[in-house]
């Protein structure tokens, strides 16, 4: 019966709970001013590189807004490409590879005693940050790809162009061929996916800071499916803490975007996306199978082959993730809501978001049928006698 | 409620809870938070151990931690004829005015508990268990309120009275004699003892007691240095009442 009088401040509270796991803007120009020195290093005039005209962009969670503040003592994880203007034909892995990391590991370089390892990743450098900044970057070395393939795959052709080869230490000796990527043509699917919540958004922080749209920063806005992708991160980081079979980020964000239909509400669209993420999981021939939006030939799930404890793992996920917020719906639900989101998003955010719902409420007056909403669930149900010395002097009780 | 406050209290409820894992902390539809549920104890005192629990709850109020919380008991357990109750019904855990400095003192939750409404809690089970008191309360009524003062500054009752009037007067000349009769000044005998009251309650708040408990006195035709236990604005109308007694009688 309180149906919709709940979605409302489920929906103000998981608001706040998605900011309280977002990454601060502050943190996205540090990350921008880092790579963008990365680029600047790799394109000095005196850089074996600069002939390749090396240019870098972010790519992953920080190009999409999906980044959550880490948990605990974790880094901040930015991943960036360096692409350099060369072609398949021109160079190997192995040297694309090898001509990035010697200028990141030039004597003059600030970032050779950051490269972390020494020697490299399977597919990228990483420069490890000063501690106190809590970053690293993960660079990625990467040519263009020649794009007609893809659009003849039925990619349009503005994702298409940015279509992308990288490499691949663990496959380079056995297979010629160049894995190949396209995370600027994913971004642009993705914010096309939540075109129209975006541009609201957009426009509506220009109008509270009074300023043109156009200064208005893609970092500073959040629609409801970057908040989502968010709060189902963080849900699975809690969940399935350091399972190495855990539902991955990228077919999380690809299912809830092709499953999202630019709804204003974030509660709402949990709701409804939720139940349909399982749609675009497809089955072909025993095989399954998430196809990346941009470009149909990639399997997101290709690991679920491997070990199907993964697949397990996801399809387990969907249906604790969909009964627990239907649940939130109902009053018994809500009511605990304390209980549970300490355990789907973290103590620290559940508090900080607790604290300024409790506030809310003490201000909304009294709601006729709702019952008392825990903040703090106990721990036990039975109480615990507890040793308590008396005070050595203990306050008289008065009658008044 | 300030979301300050309401963190504050959340913050606090992990340190409750590795005692009292049994508590919960609500918000009810009003906006007021509750931290309710079971609690059990074991204290040994007089060669007994007294075990019990007691379903209470604390209500929080909204210039927490400025004033401690208000707590019930809420399975009828302690019966009313017990009588350490305020008004609402809720626990007379002392005078009104240590309980706060108590509180104050840390300002903490789970202090409260252990230090504040367990042993109150145990002073009623120790009673139903062994028929007597396993320490002092407070007389019944303002003669408990003025014997917590007496206690407190360690003076008889007109000293306790006129140290009183200072706060409820908000003016303690620190030079001047203390009313206890050391013949020492204010602030090198029990000066510090108002002090530590002081912080706790409004000016006011002393003077409202400090009336009553005079009245009382009156009504008992006790005899009082008048002028100097009671409070300015009580004075004032006092002697204007007199004088209109004095008029009607010379007429």
Redesign the interface.
């Known amino acids: 019966m309180n149906e919709t009088y709940n979605l409302q401040r489920l929906n103000q509270l998981f608001r706040d709970l998605a900011e309280e796991l977002d990454v601060p803007p502050s943190k996205y120009e540090e990350a921008k001013e880092h790579y963008d020195a990365v680029g600047e290093w790799l394109a000095e005039d005196d850089s074996e590189l600069a002939t390749y005209e090396p240019a870098i962009y972010p790519q992953g969670s920080f190009a999409l807004g999906t980044a959550v503040r880490p948990l605990g003592d974790e880094d901040y994880d930015v991943d960036a490409v360096c692409l350099l203007q060369l072609g398949t034909d021109k160079v190997t892995q192995q040297q694309l590879k090898a001509m990035v990391g010697r200028r990141l590991l030039h004597p003059h370089s600030r970032y050779k005693e950051m490269v972390d390892p020494q020697d490299g990743g399977r597919r990228c450098w990483t420069i490890k940050y000063a501690d106190a900044s809590k970053f690293h970057l993960d660079v990625l070395p990467a040519i263009p790809d020649d794009c007609g393939w893809l659009i003849a795959q039925g990619v349009p052709a503005e994702w298409a162009v940015a279509a992308i080869c990288i490499t691949d230490r663990k496959t380079w000796n056995t297979n010629l061929d160049w894995p190949r990527s396209n995370p600027r043509g994913y971004s642009a699917w993705f914010k096309n996916q939540m075109r129209i919540q975006f541009d609201e958004a957009k426009a509506r922080l220009a109008r509270e800071n009074r300023a043109e749209v156009e200064e208005i920063q893609d970092y500073e806005v959040r629609t409801p499916l970057q908040q989502m992708v968010q709060l189902l991160k963080r849900h699975r980081d809690l969940r399935y803490n350091g399972d190495e079979d855990k539902p991955i980020s990228i077919i999380i964000t690809t299912l809830a975007a092709l499953a999202y239909n630019n709804e204003a509400n974030l509660v709402e669209a949990i709701l409804n996306v939720v139940p349909k993420m399982r749609q675009a999981i497809k089955n072909r021939d025993g095989v399954w199978w998430v196809s990346n939006p941009v470009n149909p030939q990639e399997n997101f799930a290709d690991k679920w082959q491997e070990e199907p404890r993964k697949a397990e793992l996801f399809f387990e996920w969907l249906d604790a993730v969909e009964a627990e917020h239907q649940g939130l719906l109902t009053d018994r639900g809500f009511e605990n809501i304390g209980h549970y989101l300490s355990n789907a998003y973290g103590e620290r955010a559940a508090r900080a978001v607790l604290a300024k719902f409790a506030s809310r409420q003490s201000g909304a007056g009294n709601i006729a049928g709702v019952g008392p909403v825990i903040l703090v669930p106990s721990k036990t149900s039975s109480p615990t006698a507890a040793r308590v010395e008396l005070p050595p002097k203990p306050s008289k009780p008065w009658r008044p | ?7 504050l209290v ?2 606090q ?1 992990a340190d409750v ?1 590795a ?16 931290v309710r ?7 040994e ?1 007089d060669r007994y151990t007294v ?1 019990d ?1 007691y379903q209470i709850e604390l209500h929080i109020p909204d210039d927490y931690p400025g004033s401690p919380p208000v707590v019930y008991e809420t399975e009828g357990k302690i019966p009313a004829e017990f ?5 609402a019904g809720n ?5 009104p005015v ?2 706060r400095k ?1 509180f104050a003192q840390h300002w903490s939750l789970r202090r409260f508990i ?3 409404v ?3 809690l ?2 009623y089970s120790f009673k139903r268990e062994h028929g007597r008191l396993p ?4 007389y ?2 303002l003669v ?2 003025l014997q ?1 003062y007496k206690e407190h500054f360690g003076t008889e009752f007109i000293p306790t009275l006129k140290l009183l009037k200072y706060l409820a007067d908000d003016f303690a000349p620190p030079l001047s004699v203390c009313p206890c009769e050391s013949g020492r000044r204010l602030q090198e005998c029990h000066g510090p003892k108002l002090d530590e009251l002081r912080p706790h309650y409004p000016p006011e708040r002393f003077e409202m007691e400090l009336r009553e408990m005079i009245k009382q006195l009156l009504r008992e035709n006790i005899r009082l240095p008048e002028g100097s236990v009671m409070p300015k604005r009580m004075w004032k109308q006092h002697q204007r009442r007199l004088r209109k007694k004095r008029r009607v009688r010379q007429r």
């Open positions: 409620m300030e979301a300050g406050t309401v963190r959340i913050d409820m809870q005692r009292h894992s049994a508590l919960d902390l609500v918000i009810v539809p009003s906006g007021g938070l509750i549920g079971p609690i059990g104890f074991s204290i005192h075990e629990s009588g350490h109750f305020m008004e626990f007379c855990l002392g005078a240590e309980v108590a252990d230090e504040q367990i042993p109150y145990f002073f320490f002092d309360d407070l019944h009524g408990g309120l917590y």
